[in-house]
């Protein structure tokens, strides 16, 4: 069985649904509420576990968390690593959803922040190749350690470096797959937010900027551009859906992309099941009730 580690963040997320956007200053009234399990970690964690990976995750939570625990244990992730935080309570983000499916999320990072270098497995990578995957929604000293660790380990590094902040050229280097979108890919070579397919494209072409192996961003509905040194970066188109909730389906893309590369998919393969993952969880409203499991994935699909 592919086996996976995640080193991140457990959520609860407290998801508005709205007509519009607030804008600065401005009061709406929601049309709906709902609350459900998130954090970026936890969402990978789930997304990949729902394709059929072994998956464990680390991370910190509050005393509160009991549900969210269960919640993780019963999608198949293994939660022996998730710390419970006597001090602080688990992560919350305030998720705000318009009617086109787009959204808005402030985290208050809560034990989360308190995730410590100390946290980490002494083995992050169990096995030549396991996939360990990162994101940002805790501190860069446990991303920069769990990447070097990983890679020292031989793992296959996978950093969604969201949300988005610098990363040291020495932790870059030991990533094998960077997933940033494009906000996140214009904060990491300091550049303005390019526009679409083209504005990446030509971004990319100053890989030599960014040290790790190959960039994979994530273009929403414009599915994903795949980069890979010495090689012209490759549009993967995602299929139309009608989208309900884009929240998520970063996190969905991540633990399919895991998914595949733990069972030694080739990238370009991953990131096209991938783009295909991500396209299927904005269908429905919420970060990780939505998200795909292998045989609806799957169905018709070569892999
Ligand atoms: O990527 C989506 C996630 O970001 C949400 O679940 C929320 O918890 C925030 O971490």
Redesign the pocket.
Same mark, same amino acid.
């Given at each position: 069985m592919p086996s996976i580690t995640v080193v991140g963040?457990v *959520?609860r /997320?407290l998801v508005l649904t709205v007509a519009e956007l607030p804008r600065p200053g401005e009061t709406v009234l929601a049309h709906g509420f709902v609350e459900g399990p998130? $954090?970026?970690g936890a *969402?990978q964690a789930v997304a990949a576990a729902r394709l059929g990976a072994e998956v464990r995750l680390v991370a910190r939570v509050g005393a509160d968390a009991g549900a969210i625990l269960r919640t993780l244990a019963a999608e198949g992730v293994a939660v022996t690593e998730v710390r419970t935080d006597a001090q602080a309570g688990t $992560?919350i %983000?305030s998720?705000v959803v318009d009617r086109a499916g787009e959204n808005t999320?402030v985290?208050n990072p809560g034990a989360n922040a308190a995730l410590s270098v100390d946290d980490l497995p002494r083995q992050l990578a169990r096995t030549q190749g396991e996939v360990v995957l990162v994101q940002h929604?805790i501190a860069a000293e446990v991303v920069a350690a769990a990447v070097l660790r990983a890679r020292e380990q031989g793992g296959t590094v996978v950093l969604n470096p %969201?949300p988005a902040r610098s990363v040291a050229p020495e932790v870059l280097a030991a990533v094998d797959v960077l997933v940033p979108n494009l906000g996140e890919l214009a904060a990491l070579l300091d550049a303005p937010r390019p526009s679409g397919v083209a504005g990446a494209r030509e971004l990319l072409e100053r890989g030599a900027e960014l040290p790790c192996a190959a960039v994979l961003v994530t273009l929403g509905a414009d599915g994903a551009l795949l980069k890979q040194p010495g090689r012209p970066a490759v549009h993967l188109p995602a299929p139309v859906v009608e989208v309900v909730d884009t929240? $998520?389906a970063? /996190?969905t893309f991540c633990g399919a992309l895991a998914d595949s590369l733990a069972r030694g998919a080739d990238l370009a393969a991953a990131a096209e099941r991938a783009v295909r993952a991500a396209a299927l969880a904005v269908t429905g409203l919420g970060?990780q009730s939505s998200m795909p499991y292998a045989g609806q994935l799957d169905a018709g699909a070569a892999h």
């Open positions: 963040s *959520n /997320d998130g $954090g970026k *969402n $992560g %983000a998720v999320i985290v929604e %969201a929240v $998520g970063g /996190d970060a």
